[in-house]
């Protein structure tokens, strides 16, 4: 009997459940996992983590899968161990060993290696690792590179927010990264190996953030089973308007979503009497109905020009219809 209240919580509830994702498993496991105990109609997640990473790991559901490529994830925060003196051809320690050199601490300093981290914050480039879902020719490069085919890859310019050094034993180096979305942590890793002239690969990571999502969101997998055999994972099941918490909001009344709903545009006049928030053109914001989230749309009008705007200048354009 819980086993089939547990499937119609997962076929009926749209959100984001965020599970702490155990190392030795691959993200698409997850969602078996998930997929298994739930039944929701569509799942997936947003940000893969390879097996050898642990730590914040979205899963969409639903009638949230529909806002993916709505959710702020332009900023990762990962805090992980990198090893000086080896190179792997998959910049991670589950790689074959390229080569190998003595990492002397009286010249790899502790301050050389704060400097050569140092370096890497900003704006840089990097050449996505063949060991990766990068698609050339519409095929994953790790196709290609698990039968040993090398490809040239075009360098990304990638953001390194912050990245600090958080431990020395060498050869270990235990750091906390804040990345734009699209980094390559393992990429890093050997980057920082390069500058220092002994190579290096990532042998640990964790991510403990992932845009609006933390670990203070996430339930680990045995967590999930236990919640899930209660019925009570519902509760851990982020509703789509908190998973899109950082976008402004505008409230409308029932005739307007029903006009919404039947694909109308937005105009000046539609948004007489609504409380508008600070917005900018170009903006995105969740459009509500009685705190429901009816759609998402691009502000036209910003907050300060709505009162000296004709009435019929569109105010709004739909991006997405949810209800």
Known sequence: ???????????????????????????????RVVKKRLSPKKVGHTGTLDPLASGVLPIVMNGATRIIPFLDESEKRYEGTLRLGMATDSDDS?????SEKTVDGCVITDDRITMAFNGFVGRIKQVPPMFSAVKRHGKPLYELARRGIVVERRPREIEIFSLEVTHIDLPLVDFRVSCSRGTYVRTLCRQIGDALDVGAHLSRLRRVRSGPFSLHHAVT????????????????????????????????????????????????????????????????????????????????????????????????SLLRVLA
Do not use: C, W
Not at 94 to 98: A, H, Q, S
């Open 1 to 31: 009997m819980k086993r089939d209240n547990v499937s119609s919580v997962g076929t009926s509830v749209g959100g984001v459940l965020v599970i702490d994702k155990p190392t030795g498993i691959s993200s698409y496991d997850v969602i």
């Open 221 to 316: 997998l045995p967590e999930f089973e236990r919640l899930t055999e209660l019925s009570e994972i519902d509760r851990r099941i982020m509703p789509i308007r908190e998973a899109l918490g950082g976008m402004p909001e505008i409230e409308i009344d029932a005739d307007l979503k029903n006009r919404i709903r039947r694909g109308f545009p937005i105009y000046r006049k539609d948004l007489e009497g609504a409380r508008i928030p600070r917005i900018e053109r170009e903006q995105r914001v969740k459009i509500l109905h009685s705190g429901e989230i009816v759609a998402i749309a691009r502000v036209q009008l910003a907050d300060r020009e709505l009162k000296r705007s004709a009435m019929e200048t569109r105010a709004l």
């Open 94 to 98: 589950t790689g074959r060993v390229l």
